[in-house]
């Protein structure tokens, strides 16, 4: 059978284009995907105005939202509020813990969702994120307890691949750990962070970034989101691009999968 996944990130609410994610919100209904995974940065600086804005685009959306914090989801400088009730905004307005995995279920899929973002880290830039071993746990467990066919999808916000232009923004923390453990467990792989949009393959596993959704912090690219669309050892991601007037394709990547491992067509 065939799944469709919207993948969605850094919608940063404090900085978001509203014209824009109205027309993001369009365009995922005309879509219709089972799922829209939403990877993290909702907020520009955690505040409680962004979290509600964010809310009501969550309360919008046409499928249900697997949606997991990025490091701007966290408050930035207000010291106490970072180190000790980090993410009691994320909880009051999103309504999830971002201490556990988050999963949903359907036809054909199952995915995991684990919060990267750390309120510190053991280098200068606190924005990298990291993965441990109780999150890969989990994840394996969601993954082992589904049907044998079902499209197996982690969401997460920092990436698990980098090319020439983010090479400097660092792979999410311990993702040589997690790629040798989810390989031939896992079949996809969605992030954002970088805000800029492209696939490829890792360890024998598609993993997909979006860029910025619909906020004005583009990185060399306009906003776009994906559709990611599975159909047994056939999966394709599809950028949607704004074009200043709506999204449209922008480009298309294909993979097939032989045994546990994907390739690039």
Not at 11 to 21: E, K, S, W
Request: net charge positive; charged share 20%; hydrophobic share 45%.
């Amino acid at each position: 059978m065939t799944v469709r996944l919207a993948q969605i990130s850094d919608l940063h609410f404090g900085r978001d284009v509203p014209a824009v994610a109205r027309a993001l919100l369009a365009d995922l209904r005309e879509a219709a995907p089972a799922m829209v995974a939403v990877c993290g940065d909702l907020t520009q600086r955690a505040t409680a105005a962004e979290f509600a804005a964010a809310r009501a685009f969550l309360d919008e959306l046409p499928a249900p939202a697997l949606v997991v914090p990025g490091n701007h989801d966290l408050p930035g400088w207000r010291v106490w509020s970072r180190f000790g009730r980090p993410w009691r905004l994320w909880r009051l307005h999103i309504g999830t813990d971002p201490g556990e995995a988050v999963t949903h279920t359907a036809d054909g899929l199952v995915a995991v969702g684990v919060t990267t973002a750390r309120r510190w880290g053991p280098h200068h830039d606190w924005s990298r994120g990291r993965i441990n071993s109780p999150q890969l746990a989990a994840i394996l467990a969601a993954f082992a307890a589904a049907p044998r066919d079902d499209l197996r999808v982690l969401v997460a916000h920092h990436p698990f691949l980098l090319t020439p232009p983010v090479l400097g923004r660092g792979l999410v923390g311990r993702s040589g750990l997690a790629l040798r453990r989810l390989g031939g467990q896992a079949d996809l792989l969605l992030g954002g962070h970088t805000h800029l949009a492209y696939s490829g393959v890792v360890n024998g596993l598609v993993v997909a970034q979006s860029g910025t959704a619909c906020s004005d912090r583009h990185k060399g690219e306009p906003n776009s989101y994906n559709l990611i669309d599975a159909d047994g050892d056939h999966l394709t991601v599809s950028t949607r691009r704004w074009n200043g007037d709506r999204f449209a394709a922008h480009q298309r990547s294909e993979y097939l999968r032989a045994g546990h491992e994907w390739r690039a067509v």
